[in-house]
């Protein structure tokens, strides 16, 4: 499983999504133009000392994100693609994900690609929210998303009793521009 953030706009998000996929095991893609420097401060705060446990790579667009995801599988691609918006598709609690999927989320302020979203057809997910609410932070969407996601495809949770055990990695000081994987 992979999660796609297509121009996320907030640091803050994208932190807390690496340090998420970090604690998961997944790898995290982000597609530019990013509204920040992969030294921000902020992303590098949001995702603390655990960068060098995130398999982060950046891609130039979608097209270049896409192409190097459709390796991951003989799956088709579009069958693959979980294309997560505010704005209608199936419910998250009723849709079923598969173990090679890709979760994609848009930027904070104008989501994913309409054209994408609407071509996605079936592949379209939600976050139930109450009307008068246009969307949910990126951050928690993607962690509520990728839980259930996980789950639902039968890939194992991490097996956390409790005790934390410091990567060695850790004191390193590595930014997200130190260990990016640049496509």
Same mark, same amino acid.
């Given at each position: 499983?992979?999660?796609?953030? @297509?121009?996320?706009?907030? +640091? ?6 690496? /340090? ?5 095991? @997944?790898? *995290?893609?982000?597609?530019?133009? #990013?509204?920040?420097? &992969? ?5 590098? /705060? ?7 446990? @995130?398999? *982060? ?19 088709? &691609?579009?069958?693959?693609? $979980?294309?997560?918006?505010? /704005?209608?598709? $199936?419910? #998250? ?6 173990? %090679? ?16 979203? %609407?071509?996605?057809? !079936?592949?379209?997910?939600? &976050? =139930? ?6 969307? &949910? ?8 998303? *990728? ?6 495809? !039968? *890939? =194992?949770?991490?097996?956390?009793? !409790? ?12 930014? +997200? ?5 640049? $496509?």
């Amino acid at each position: 499983m992979d999660v796609v953030l @297509v121009q996320p706009e907030i +640091p803050h998000n994208s932190g807390c999504a690496g /340090r998420l996929t970090a604690a998961l095991g @997944v790898a *995290l893609h982000l597609v530019e133009p #990013l509204g920040f420097s &992969l030294d921000d401060r902020y992303l590098r /705060r949001a995702g603390l000392d655990y960068w060098p446990m @995130v398999d *982060l790579h950046v891609h130039a667009d979608l097209g270049a994100a896409l192409e190097h995801l459709k390796a991951g599988s003989e799956r088709p &691609l579009a069958d693959r693609l $979980k294309w997560f918006s505010a /704005r209608g598709g $199936k419910s #998250l609690f009723q849709s079923e994900f598969a173990q %090679d999927d890709i979760l994609l989320f848009g930027s904070e302020s104008k989501g994913l690609p309409m054209d994408d979203v %609407d071509a996605a057809g !079936g592949q379209r997910v939600y &976050l =139930p929210i109450a009307k008068g609410v246009r969307s &949910l932070n990126l951050a928690n969407t993607v962690a509520v998303a *990728l839980y259930m996601a996980m789950d639902r495809a !039968g *890939l =194992p949770l991490p097996n956390n009793d !409790g005790e934390y055990v410091v990567d060695a990695r850790a004191s390193e000081g590595l930014t +997200p521009g130190q260990i990016v994987n640049k $496509k």
